[in-house]
């Protein structure tokens, strides 16, 4: 088992290992006092490992209820937000309790932004089953459910007691899911470090998934640790998500998060060194990076239908925008556009 600490406002530990899901109860049971506990998981992932996690909590000591809401992006909602809200009170959860997020990122993301809400914050744990929620959404506080208007926009920071991530919840995952991990994993390496980038195109990522889970964390959690809430540092890790979002929101979420954001990222890069903000063979090392790994390097839409959905981006500050660009491979910083300059930015990314 790998542990990587976060030090962000409330520091916690992320597990990361094959074989911690059966250790849940016993790990949950060393970071917390609570002993009641509500397990919150989708209609993909309740079935599969549902049950075992109730068990290793009980075994543990702890009263755990389980609600089950419809699998994907499409249930990331108020609705179902609320319906999270009405289980807790119904159940008579107080503060001293805790949630737990057992899943993907959807279910992440809701479970903690319901825990942060439900009278005024509770504890939450995340236990992660995809390579995606591993690598990167359950680590770093943020919370969201989508609107129509676009993904992410109501939301608050609100970090976890404890992360567990046991890596072999990742041998049921389909491969377009697996991939969606892969594309986050690429993002970093690209961003932060040319050395994992290096080693990620260099073989099969499932047969070393422990230590690229560990690593993605790793990276994550400096900057976490450097800009918990997002003023500055922060800001890189959404290097090719201004527009993945909006393909995604263009979709309809047909396209998942990691097929969104790998195109997204390839976007970037043209668009950035189309206008100079990145040096000349950004783009093939990104496209090629994205394309090693089995990702999507397309873009199914137009400039003003990515220039519309972009401008709903929740990265928006009056009139401007701050677009991640890479200043060399392994290294990323932000340039602040208005409008005009995200619409010109967009076309030159096209």
């Not at 699998?71 to 289980?87: C, H, M, P, V, W």
């Not at 992360?163 to 697996?178: A, H, M, S, W």
């Not at 397309?298 to 701050?322: E, F, H, M, W």
Request: charged content about 25%; proline content about 3%.
């Amino acid at each position: 088992m790998h542990t990587v600490t976060v030090s962000a406002s409330r520091p916690y530990a992320v597990h990361i290992g094959g074989g911690l899901l059966d250790r849940a109860g016993e790990l949950l049971a060393g970071a917390t006092k609570s002993r009641r506990c509500a397990v919150v998981t989708d209609s993909a992932v309740g079935p599969l490992y549902g049950d075992r996690v109730l068990a290793t909590l009980e075994r543990a000591g702890f009263a755990p209820l389980l609600f089950t809401f419809p699998a994907g992006e499409r249930s990331k909602n108020l609705s179902t937000y609320g319906q999270i809200l009405d289980f807790f009170a119904k159940n008579r959860l107080t503060r001293s309790d805790l949630a737990v997020a057992l899943g993907g990122g959807v279910t992440g993301d809701m479970a903690g932004f319901a825990a942060a809400t439900y009278q005024r914050g509770v504890d939450y744990v995340q236990i992660p089953t995809t390579f995606l929620a591993a690598s990167d959404s359950s680590v770093g506080g943020k919370t969201a459910v989508d609107l129509a208007e676009g993904k992410n926009l109501v939301g608050a920071f609100w970090q976890p007691r404890l992360v567990i991530c046991d890596t072999d919840t990742f041998r049921t995952l389909p491969g377009e899911v697996f991939d969606d991990g892969a594309a986050e994993t690429v993002k970093h390496g690209l961003i932060a470090d040319r050395d994992f980038l290096r080693l990620l195109m260099a073989g099969d990522l499932r047969e070393r998934i422990d230590d690229v889970v560990r690593r993605n964390v790793e990276i994550k959690a400096a900057v976490v640790a450097e800009d918990e809430f997002e003023a500055g540092r922060r800001k890189i890790l959404n290097f090719g998500h201004t527009l993945g979002h909006a393909i995604e929101q263009l979709s309809g979420f047909a396209v998942t998060h990691g097929h969104a954001v790998a195109r997204g990222m390839v976007l970037a890069a043209r668009g950035a060194e189309r206008l100079g903000y990145s040096p000349a063979g950004t783009l093939e090392q990104v496209a090629g990076a994205v394309a090693r790994l089995g990702l999507p390097t397309d873009c199914p839409y137009g400039a003003d239908q990515l220039y519309d959905a972009a401008t709903a981006d929740k990265k928006r500050s009056g009139g401007t925008i701050d677009v991640v660009v890479l200043e060399e491979i392994g290294r990323a910083g932000t340039v602040r556009l208005d409008m005009a300059g995200l619409r010109a930015f967009v076309e030159a990314a096209l």
